[in-house]
């Protein structure tokens, strides 16, 4: 992974530079094809109030580049704050690329730990297709179930369900 640590307005000291290398170097746990990330930090002052610019660029292989802008009147903590919104993004990218691999993997049949004759039969889940809400309506007619989960076309969980006077509800 290529850093680059630039200073604008601002000399930075080995101990900045020190701390910000060590906080980019936390974010390679998610094991991410992380190709460089550059840091900017500017001194920012405004109505004689002193303050700090952190910035991280993060580039991806095979994602557009993630940009991290965090103020602050402290560097430390702006370099803090920016590394702790960096590792969220970076973590929900990681947990998405992992549950995809979790829903394309085979299943298999799981047993009982009780040792008796019942079993769960897992089945690859349908939901991640998006299904028009007239679609769900007439899969759940043509069925005998009294409800269906399914993700409309606004990308939304939805649950479609039989009423006993023979209409439909909708969450």
Do not use: C, W
């Not at 002052?45 to 610019?53: A, C, Q, R």
């Not at 549950?99 to 889940?125: A, W, Y």
């Not at 989960?149 to 023979?166: I, L």
């Amino acid at each position: 992974m290529n850093t680059s640590i630039v200073g604008k307005q601002f000399d930075l000291t080995e101990p900045i530079k020190a701390y910000i290398d060590g906080a980019i170097n936390a974010l390679g746990k998610y094991n991410l094809d992380i190709i460089s990330v550059r840091t900017v930090v500017s001194a920012d002052e405004k109505n004689g109030k002193k303050g700090f610019s952190v910035e991280f660029a993060i580039n991806m292989a095979h994602k557009n580049t993630v940009v991290i802008q965090q103020k602050d009147k402290d560097v430390y903590a702006a370099v803090d704050l920016a590394i702790e919104r960096a590792k969220k993004v970076l973590r929900r990218h990681h947990d998405k690329l992992n549950s995809q691999k979790k829903v394309e993997e085979t299943l298999e049949v799981v047993e009982n730990s009780e040792g008796s004759d019942d079993e769960i039969v897992p089945m690859r889940p349908d939901y991640f297709k998006p299904m028009e809400v007239e679609d769900a309506m007439n899969e759940l007619k043509e069925s005998d179930k009294q409800f269906i989960v399914f993700h409309d076309m606004e990308d939304k969980f939805r649950v479609m369900y039989k009423k006993t006077d023979g209409r439909f509800g909708l969450y």
